[in-house]
């Protein structure tokens, strides 16, 4: 596809490495819970298709009122045309018996455009089937997937709001299997009829983790726009992501890990260069990293008892942490040290080490030479792809992963090291 070749040369020729220059650019040293996904919806990079149930179910009064809601959400984003960077498209599918294409991502460039066709939706008068929502959902996963090369059809991350009323004549088994397609990783559900209990268990089960949503919530179009700059901040490695007790809901984070393991390690290289590059030593600056990059990083299945964190000290013997861009920060509050051990203990690393299966990894100092340690894992940290951070910045990953996560939507938990010169 020429276009996204276009592209990726643009991106190319703009990888640089993550800059922390701004102040204000949520980093660990500022964030020590966690990094904050960028929230900044004019910089969203997103290709946003809505599938809205018209018929009669849902009624006139409640399409006309999500037009206008939805467009009023939306002019909070930027649009704009297939390859500019930092720009977000629409399309729009409504269905009752059939579904009806209003616009696909190439129809509209700008924000009056797409907000004049949202408000002018129109339910239908007479047709109470929903029987359309599975050619629509059919159209839609067509916009966001594979072209036949097998490229992504943009660089931008897809997703789908459906909005629905009702289920009636709905083959359900196929609209379950096409939210398994691979390219559906960020289904939005929004609930329009809350009180069908068999509309409630499909929506709640097909939409992502989190990502269903429900009109009976009065912040039913905030939660749409949180939805949309989460689904905007992703990983391509394992990402992390807290349960939210207040908000009853999963919360993702811009940190994105790796566990790196070595087969064998030359007796002159550091735990400090374990890590590839764009990647650095893992900081565990609060107790819910600690569990994720020991619990969620499937530390324990890969059989890893220790592991380098990325404290250790610097040329002063202060402890310091990595930054993403590699700069370093002091210790902070957040400590977990084995018994025996504490900040004055010898040694310039830090090995996290779990005494027995499903045990705490406890911090213990010692040597920075893993040929000396035995120990030949680390977990390594990148920051995640969000508005802020586009694939051009190596967020996330790798640039060069990008296409493979497009392909299979798998995420890559470890690396393994073959011994190198
Ligand atoms: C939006 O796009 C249309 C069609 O390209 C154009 O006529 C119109 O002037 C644009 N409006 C704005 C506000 O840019
Ligand atoms: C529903 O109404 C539309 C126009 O409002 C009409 O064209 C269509 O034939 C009607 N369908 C049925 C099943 O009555
Ligand atoms: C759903 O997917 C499964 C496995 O891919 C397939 O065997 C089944 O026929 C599909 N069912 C429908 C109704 O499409
Ligand atoms: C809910 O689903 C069950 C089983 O599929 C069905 O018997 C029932 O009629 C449905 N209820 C409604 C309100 O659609
Ligand atoms: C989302 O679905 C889960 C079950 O999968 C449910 O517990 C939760 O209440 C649903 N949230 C909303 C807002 O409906
Ligand atoms: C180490 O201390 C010296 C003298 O206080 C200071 O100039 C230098 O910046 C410190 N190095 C680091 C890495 O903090
Ligand atoms: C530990 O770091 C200090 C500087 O902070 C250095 O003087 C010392 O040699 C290092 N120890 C080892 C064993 O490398
Ligand atoms: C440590 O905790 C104190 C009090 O809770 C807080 O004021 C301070 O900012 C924290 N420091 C760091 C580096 O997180
Ligand atoms: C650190 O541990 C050593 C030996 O266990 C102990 O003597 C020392 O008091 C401890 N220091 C702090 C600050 O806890």
Redesign the pocket.
Known sequence: MMKLIGVIFVMLSLVTGIQLDDPDDPSIRTHPFGTPCSTDTKKAWLDIAIVLDVSTTMGAANVKQIGLSLASELSNYAFGTYDQLFTSRVGIITYASQANVIGDFYQWNNFTEISSALVSLKASTNDSSAKGLTNAMKQALKWIGLDEDGDSSSFREPIVILIAASLKDVNVQVLQNQSQNLNVRNLITVNWNPSDANLTKVLNEIAAPSFNVSKSDKTVYADISWALMQANCFCITAQLSVYDKAKKRIQKYADCYLLNQWDGIEPTRTAMEMCDEGYWNVAVTSNAKQIFVEKDDFLGDFGVDSYYTGLHRDENGTWVWFDYDGSTFPLGNFTDWDQ?F????AGNCTIAHAYAENTPYLWQTSSCYPARTDVMNTVCQSRACDATHMITTNCGGALEKWKTRKENNVKQQKIVHKISE
């Not at 504490?342 to 203990?345: F, H, K, V």
């Open positions: 025996g504490n900040a004055s203990s």
